[in-house]
């Protein structure tokens, strides 16, 4: 695997990979502190696109970037877990072609002075709680698209309102990339995987699964109850249970605008913090 940490490296890599008009590079942006979730995203990368399936899938890069602009929490950001040695390792071993690991001033040099501004999916939410947070994710990410040129790119469900906002964007700039998410990586207890799980105390750890059960028994409740109590009564029992409930809503699974009812166009999406640590979570129908 190829590591590259400068522009001049990932210019000369992607000047050298010489891949043809059939053939793909796909991109899996990361922050680093890597888990199962983010093999996964690996494992789907080195697959046919489901949009392309014709094309081969020939590299896939992975990005490591802790990107300063799309934390709202200075904190947030001092405490994000970095463990660059083993990430590498990781990578290796899962059969990554190429990790870009640039610094802050190779991403954002003297001078940069461009922030992309999102709004429709981007406005609720993450987006509502987390002031410049999708602003700052679709800078980076268009940044990345812009320096490596993928021809698609692979997020993770988990941070389902980001994947909606990502399409969005390249959607409007016509930046002419494939954006597919995968699905979400759970613990054996259903916990969703997070590089900020390892925050949780043992006790809170323990507790952790239930937000993934709250969601597997409202979405079952759904089937014959009216969303409105249904959602009230999960958010009163999370409550009870000691999650400090930032949301519990049914929303449309592209526009992110509240939904008045469960269907397939919908998604049931959640954030909750249990001590010092915010779960995110989310089902379909
Ligand atoms: O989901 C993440 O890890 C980040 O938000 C991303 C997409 C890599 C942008 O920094």
Same mark, same amino acid.
């Given at each position: 695997?190829?590591?590259?940490?400068?522009?001049?490296?990932?210019?000369?890599?992607? $000047? $050298?990979?010489?891949l043809k008009?059939?053939?793909?590079?796909t991109l899996v942006p990361t922050m680093g502190s890597l888990h199962a979730g983010h093999l996964s995203l690996v494992q789907r990368a080195k697959e046919p696109s489901p949009e392309q399936p014709e094309a081969l899938p020939a590299k896939v890069?992975?990005?490591?970037?802790?990107?300063?602009?799309?934390?709202? #929490?200075?904190?947030?950001?001092?405490?994000?877990?970095?463990?660059?040695?083993?990430?590498?390792?990781?990578?290796?071993?899962?059969?990554?072609?190429?990790?870009?690991?640039?610094?802050?001033?190779?991403?954002?040099?003297?001078?940069?002075?461009?922030?992309i501004e999102v709004e429709?999916?981007?406005?609720?939410?993450?987006?509502?709680?987390?002031?410049? $947070?999708f602003s700052g994710v679709a800078t980076v990410v268009a940044r990345l698209f812009?320096?490596?040129?993928?021809?698609?790119?692979?997020?993770?469900?988990?941070?389902? #309102? #980001?994947?909606? /906002?990502?399409?969005?964007?390249?959607?409007?700039?016509?930046?002419?990339?494939?954006?597919?998410?995968?699905p979400i990586v759970r613990e054996e207890d259903g916990l969703a995987l997070s590089s900020r799980n390892q925050f949780l105390t043992p006790t809170e750890r323990a507790q952790a699964p239930i937000l993934y059960k709250t969601l597997l028994q409202v979405r079952e409740k759904l089937q014959n109850k009216a969303p409105h109590s249904?959602? #009230?009564?999960?958010?009163?029992?999370?409550?009870?249970?000691?999650?400090?409930?930032?949301?519990?809503?049914? /929303?449309?699974?592209?526009?992110?605008?509240v939904a008045k009812a469960w269907s397939e166009h919908t998604r049931l999406i959640t954030a909750a913090r249990l001590g010092s640590v915010r779960l995110l979570d989310n089902i379909g129908p």
């Open positions: 695997m190829e590591v590259l940490r400068n522009l001049a490296d990932l210019e000369d890599y992607r $000047h $050298h990979i010489g008009k059939s053939e793909m590079l890069m992975v990005s490591i970037f802790v990107n300063p602009i799309q934390f709202d #929490q200075p904190e947030d950001l001092k405490r994000y877990p970095r463990q660059e040695e083993y990430d590498i390792a990781l990578l290796s071993e899962a059969g990554c072609d190429a990790v870009w690991i640039p610094d802050v001033k190779a991403m954002y040099p003297k001078g940069f002075a461009t922030r429709g999916p981007a406005l609720l939410w993450e987006g509502a709680r987390r002031p410049g $947070h812009g320096l490596i040129t993928p021809d698609r790119a692979i997020f993770g469900e988990k941070d389902w #309102q #980001q994947l909606q /906002v990502i399409k969005r964007m390249v959607a409007d700039l016509s930046l002419g990339i494939i954006i597919e998410g995968a249904v959602l #009230q009564e999960a958010r009163q029992t999370l409550t009870e249970k000691g999650f400090s409930v930032d949301y519990l809503e049914i /929303v449309q699974k592209e526009e992110m605008l």
